[in-house]
């Protein structure tokens, strides 16, 4: 942890920051996972809808 001490001796702590990187852009195979995980996730919500909708 980097600190410093200003005139009047108060303390003043930095974190660490981590290092920057850049994204990648997705693989194939990566897209077809979300995809499929998007998928999964409307027929889900889909469902949970027409239940309520049905209860009610």
Do not use: H, K
Request: proline share 4%; aromatic share 14%; no cysteine.
């Amino acid at each position: 942890m980097y600190t410093t001490i200003n005139e009047d001796g108060i303390l003043n702590n930095y974190a660490n920051e981590p290092e920057v990187y850049y994204a990648s852009y997705p693989s194939n195979e990566q897209q077809r996972s979300y995809s499929f995980q998007a998928g999964i996730a409307t027929l889900l919500v889909t469902a949970l809808v027409l239940v309520a909708f049905g209860v009610s």
